[in-house]
């Protein structure tokens, strides 16, 4: 996992960035070229945690990064997990339960990823 999202209608961006930033301490920016993106920085130490601009329902959403989004994609339908949209390299998934879930291409710091990453293989997994 590498980035927690709070999903929030776009109406209610502002109010809800001053809520979350207030309630968890935590300062905000908005990533260049990422206008949906505000990220609450801190806010979960080693992870992104940011609100979303949506035009849709509010939600919490999690996104996992991977070096290889085509196996993970295929490895979590195999789960059980049902595609329902991509966009720009990264694919949302509905898990079983109905949350959703992203699978976005690597865009930690590549030592921290290879840190934490998890390596799926025959039998099972092993960290990395």
Known sequence: MSTFLIDVRRDEVEQATGFWASALGVETSSPPGEPQFISLKNAIPGYVTAIQSVDDEPRY?????????????????????????????C???RAPGGHLLCVIPVHSDPKEFAERATV???????DA
């Open 91 to 93: 694919h949302t998934l």
């Open 61 to 89: 959403h999690l996104d996992i990064e991977t070096d290889d989004v085509a196996a993970e994609v295929a490895r979590l339908t195999d789960l059980g997990a049902v595609e329902v949209s991509s966009w720009q390299g």
């Open 120 to 126: 799926w293989g025959e039998g099972g997994s092993h």
